[in-house]
Every structure is written in C-alpha cells, then in structure tokens.
C-alpha cells in the first residue's frame, strides 16, 4: 500500500479529502494530515510518504515553498499533487517545473482525483519495475566482475568497482556450494542447470539483503554446477553466528529445496579482497581431493589440505610402484599396486591424516608424469578434470576400486598425450560446434562421439585456446548472439534460447563477461552505428 500525506490548514478540507474515495480500494493507505509545511516537514524526518497532496496557500510557509524545499534538499522521493483557489498559469507552471504530476483547483471533484490516484500507481509501478531492470543489471554486471577477479582476470576499475558494491571485512573466504552426482549415467546438464539456479534463489534468499555476496556459476570447468559465496566476517557476526554455524544453518535451508546431495567447499582464510582469488583456488583443490576425503557436507581448506607432517608415514614404494604402472598404462600393475598399496595401510593402521598425506603425495606425482609430457599442461586443471571424472563414474570414495579406476583412467589419458593426437580431431570437434552450438554440448559427449578421451580433449581446448571447452563453446555462443541482437529484431529472451541458453539471467551475465555490457546496451549501440533490427 502506498502512504499518503495531505498538508492543508484547512480541516474541511482535510476531512473531506479522507473521505472523497476508498484509498485502500485504491491501493493506497488512509492519509496522515499535517495543517501547515513546517509540521510536514517534521514528519518527513521519521516518515516516508508516496503521494503528498498540498495546498498552495498557507500560513509560515507555501504550499510550493515546501515542494521546492523538499526538492532541493532531496527529503523524499514522493509524488506531489498541488491544490490551489487560484487559477493562476505562474502557480502551475512553478509547480510542474518541480516535478508535481498534477495541479487541481478547489473543490477538487472525486473523478479528478481517481484519475491522479492512478497516474501515481502507474508511475509507482513504472518506477519499481525500473529499479528492478536497475538492480538486476547491476548485479550481473557485478557477478562477472567477481567472476573474472576470482581468475586472476581484472584491472584497478574491476577492483574499485566491487570495492564499491560490497563491504569487506579484514578477514574473508570463498565458498564453494557444489551439486553432487553418484550416478552411473551422471545427471543431464540441462537438469544440473536447472537445480544449480534453486540453489542460487535458494541461497539469495538465505543472504537476504547481502544477496550481492552470491555468484551464480563463477567456475569455468566442465560439468561444474558451482554457487559462489563471498563469506566475510561481517556477514557472519552481524548474525551472531560462527562460520561453521552460518554455513550449517545454509546447508540446513538448502536441504529445504532439494533432495539431491550437495557440498560445501571452504577456502583458506585470507587478509583483504585482493587475496580472495587465493582462497578460490583453494577449493578448487578441494574439490579434486573430493573424491579421496570422508564424506561430509561441510571441508574446510584448512582441515582437509594442509595436513600434518608431524610422524607421517609415505608408503613410497608402493605409490611409486603404482606411478610406474600407470606411466607404462599397464592394467594389471595398476591393479596390483594399488592392492598393495592399501594392504601396507591397513597392516600400519594408519591415521585419517597420513592417508591423506599420501593420496597428496600420489597425485601430485601423476600430475608430474604429464608435465614430462608436455610442459604447457595445467597441473591444477588436470588435477581438477581427472578427479571430477572419477566421482563422476560413480566409484566410492577412497576405496582401493575408486583408486584403481582413477589410475586407469589416468593412465590412458596419459597414453593419449604422449600419442599427441594433434588437431585433426580438433578440427572436427570445432566443426560439430559451429554447427550445433545451441545444442546440450560436453566434453563427455564429443569425447564419446569421437572416440577421444575427455579429460585430452579438455587438454588439447586448453593448449589450443588458452581457455576451457565450457568458455569456448560461450563464446561460439556469444558470437551468434550478437549477431542476433544485431541484425534481428528478437527479444533477448529469445535470443538467448536460439543460442542454447534456457535461462535468460544467465545468458545476460555471460554476455557481459564476453562483451562487457548488457544484451540490450550492445544492441542499441549497433542501432546508433547504423544496423538494422
């Protein structure tokens, strides 16, 4: 309902205003009265009004001196509607001039003001759906700048500009909100897509007003259905809670949304905004250790990574020999090692902390196998990409067959990059995806249809392009979407779904990271440089 003021020093008046139509029918609140400016003005300090209805002429002060004081002290951002018994062009033309959307003689007749009543609902309404374009526009535009920082991809503008639009405390991390899939087939993206957007609304809805600290989809890996949270101390103490208990509580409202299990991936605590890209790498970590950790909902970087070495054990030749088995891609050594390997850790009986120590200790030396390879391959990406697989197939957490699994996998993988399959399957990929880029398009499913192991094909994207498959097949994407905005007239929620979008929010974040402006800005630029739409 909006609230309504009626400054007037006659109670006639007053009275018969109140009385002339049903506000609450109208949409409006009953009105608040004040018998002269000054007490109006009073009212204005604690009270915030919609729709103030004056008279022009009254005692200390004018019914327009109180409009311009108002104005130009910027009191209220309220709609004004002037009354006046004097027909006097000087009066309406002032009294426009300062934003008032109507002037009306006395008496003023019922249907006179019925039809103001309504001008104000449309402006009112005009107004929030502005606000809203406003405020949805900035926060896509935000999400990308935090995006591209979480990459290391930003400039002093991009820092000054998230600087602006939230508060930081000395002390802060990133959060990682992940989907987990156990199945054999794994979940459809489309699906995955559509549960990783109840969880964003799920999440804003937690945050409340700090909604802003929430990133839809900031990761750039394949078949990662990621939510990112800016956790700082200030949003945890202003609810006088600890970390642990504001990320146990969120777990506890997203489990009201969904049945499907999730994860909760907390990066190291750091000092200041311009260390929080250090914080994400550390759950990226995370999540390529996911596979090998106890299940839980709730890892924090510091528990999970930086292990102990206080009394640890490395059963070091047993990995090694399972390194050797899976740089020879020998299926049977493979098998064996790792059988032997967790022989020697159940006849030690070691501790949760020493197992860790040595699942770190074997996959950092497989990823040294395929930097020996070739010395462009991302450590960390491998890492990523091999360990997402293996949960992905459905193997269970830290057991020897999980491990036998990942190891052949990765011994083929390895096999691959040393046969070096160059780019005539590349080709072929980049072909299939100017062609049907619209389409549910994976790494998993290009792989199958060419008979080329995904984890490569991500390689040979990223040796290639310099970027993932998931960023590259944005901005095959993003190319075909200018040229909609450009040289068609559709809507963007059109062009978002021609593109292979279902989500139009999304769609426009994305467009602002590869163009640096909304659907809408791009289009109407081109317009001005004389295209067509």
């Known amino acids: 309902m909006l609230k309504v003021l009626i400054v007037d020093d006659e109670p006639v008046i007053t009275e018969g205003l109140k009385i002339l139509v049903d506000w609450k029918a109208e949409g409006f609140d009953e009105p608040e009265v004040s018998d002269n400016a000054l007490d109006a003005l009073r009212k204005l300090r604690d009270h915030s009004y919609d729709l103030i209805i004056t008279d022009i002429k009254m005692p200390t002060m004018s019914g327009l001196e109180f409009l311009e004081e108002v104005r130009e002290k910027d009191l209220l951002d309220a709609y004004f509607i002037i009354l006046s018994g004097f027909a006097d062009f000087e009066y309406a033309r002032r009294a426009i001039g300062l934003e008032c959307i109507d002037y009306h003689l006395k008496p003023l007749e019922k249907k006179a003001l019925l039809g103001s009543l309504d001008k104000v609902r449309q402006l009112h309404r005009q107004k929030k759906q502005e606000l809203s374009t406003k405020e949805s526009l900035h926060s896509a535009y935000l999400e990308a700048r935090l995006a591209s920082f979480l990459h290391y991809k930003y400039d002093d503008k991009d820092l000054e500009y998230i600087k602006s639009s939230l508060r930081f405390s000395k002390q802060l991390r990133y959060v990682s909100l992940q989907p987990i899939s156990r199945?054999?087939?794994?979940?459809?993206?489309?699906?995955?897509?559509?549960?990783?957007?109840i969880l964003y609304n799920s999440v804003e809805f937690y945050l409340g007003a700090d909604k802003s600290y929430g990133i839809f989809d900031p990761s750039r890996e394949e078949n990662v259905y990621e939510i990112g949270l800016v956790l700082t101390d200030c949003l945890v103490e202003k609810r006088r809670l600890s970390t642990q208990q504001f990320l146990e509580r969120l777990m506890l409202h997203l489990r009201g949304v969904t049945d499907k299990e999730l994860v909760l991936l907390v990066g190291k605590n750091v000092s200041g905004l311009e260390e929080l890209p250090d914080s994400y790498s550390g759950t990226c970590i995370l999540r390529s250790f996911l596979a090998f950790l106890p299940v839980k909902e709730i890892y924090f970087y510091e528990d999970e990574v930086?292990?102990?070495?206080?009394?640890?054990?490395?059963?070091k030749d047993e990995?090694?020999?399972?390194?050797?088995?899976?740089?020879?891609?020998?299926?049977?050594?493979?098998?064996?090692?790792?059988d032997a390997f967790y022989s020697k850790m159940r006849e030690m009986k070691v501790s949760q902390e020493t197992v860790k120590l040595n699942i770190n200790y074997l996959l950092f030396s497989l990823i040294h196998l395929a930097t020996k390879l070739n010395e462009d391959v991302d450590q960390r990406k491998i890492l990523e990409i091999i360990s997402e697989a293996a949960v992905e197939e459905g193997m269970m957490r830290g057991s020897s067959e999980h491990l036998f699994e990942f190891s052949r996998d990765y011994a083929d993988y390895l096999s691959q990059l040393a046969k070096s399959l160059g780019k005539g399957v590349l080709d072929d990929i980049l072909r299939e995806i100017e062609e049907n880029y619209a389409d549910n398009l994976t790494l998993r499913s290009l792989g199958k249809k060419y008979y080329v192991n995904s984890v490569y094909l991500g390689q040979l994207f990223k040796n290639e392009f310099q970027s993932s498959f998931k960023d590259y097949l944005n901005s095959v994407r993003m190319k075909h979407a200018a040229e909609l905005l450009t040289y068609s007239d559709m809507k963007i929620m059109e062009v978002a779904e021609r593109v292979g979008y279902r989500d139009v929010n999304y769609f426009v974040t994305r467009f602002i990271n590869a163009y640096d402006c909304t659907p809408s800005k791009f289009r109407r630029a081109k317009q001005k440089n004389g295209y067509y739409t």
Do not use: M, P, T
């Not at 199945?183 to 957007?197: I, K, V």
């Not at 020999?321 to 790792?338: F, M, P, T, W």
């Open 319 to 338: 990995l090694d020999g399972l390194i050797s088995a899976v740089e020879r891609n020998h299926k049977a050594d493979i098998k064996q090692s790792v």
């Open 306 to 315: 930086q292990v102990s070495l206080d009394h640890a054990v490395i059963c």
């Open 183 to 197: 199945s054999e087939e794994g979940d459809l993206d489309e699906e995955l897509r559509e549960l990783q957007r």
